[in-house]
Structures are given as structure tokens and as C-alpha cells.
């Protein structure tokens, strides 16, 4: 059974540091590019970070560059979320994403999410 599973949310301060993690099962992890989206209260669900399958290639949202390293184990079947700097806009629940990939997953899977607040 595929399952995204994701930890690491917090409470943490402005300026403040997370790490998340998405612990994946139940598909060949090492041939699918791997995203973190997240979405705040009251507005649309948005891409944060993207790794491609080997961990070589990222791709970040404008408001997270410099901020925030998405990195990925293939033996661990985990990718993750170093968050940095962090600023109250940066609220939201957070979603690991495992996208329809040709011959690997026929559809969009999502984890639970895990919630990160930034606040004093």
C-alpha cells in the first residue's frame, strides 16, 4: 500500500528553524521526482520545493529561495525539508507530494500534511 507520511511540524519562532520529513512506502521511491507544497488558511495549496528521482536537480518557489534545501535519502525512502529563516508567511500545513510518473504511479499521491506555525 503507497503511503506518504510526513512529521517534523512545530511551533517555532520568527527566524526559527524546522526540518520535515516524508517517509515513503509502497512504490519504487528512487524513479519519482518528489515535491513539498503547502498551504496557508484561506488560500490555495502551492508548490514549495521539488527534487528530481537521484536528488541532483531542485527546483524552489520564488519566497522560499535561500530559506529552505529539500534533499532526499533513496535508501531510506525519505525526502525532506530544511526550513530556515523562518517568517510568519510561512504558515501552513505542508504536504509531501509523489506525482503521477509514467510507468511507476498512474496517479497524484499526498500525505497527511503537517502543520508548521511561525509565531513569537
Known amino acids: 500500500q503507497l503511503q506518504l507520511v510526513e512529521s517534523g511540524g512545530d511551533l517555532v519562532p520568527p527566524g526559527g528553524s524546522l526540518r520535515l520529513s516524508c517517509a515513503a512506502s509502497g512504490f519504487s521511491f528512487g524513479s519519482v521526482t518528489m515535491n513539498w507544497y503547502r498551504q496557508a488558511p484561506g488560500k490555495e495549496r502551492e508548490l514549495v520545493a521539488k527534487i528530481g528521482p537521484t536528488g541532483t536537480a531542485t527546483d524552489y518557489a520564488n519566497p522560499v529561495k535561500g530559506r529552505f534545501a529539500i534533499s532526499r535519502d533513496n535508501a531510506e525512502n525519505t525526502v525532506y525539508l530544511q526550513l530556515n529563516n523562518l517568517k510568519p508567511d510561512d504558515t501552513a500545513v505542508y504536504y509531501c507530494?509523489?506525482?503521477?510518473?509514467?510507468?511507476?504511479?498512474?496517479?497524484?499521491?499526498w500525505g497527511q500534511g503537517t502543520q508548521v506555525t511561525v509565531s513569537s
Open positions: 507530494n509523489a506525482p503521477a510518473t509514467w510507468q511507476v504511479l498512474a496517479v497524484d499521491y
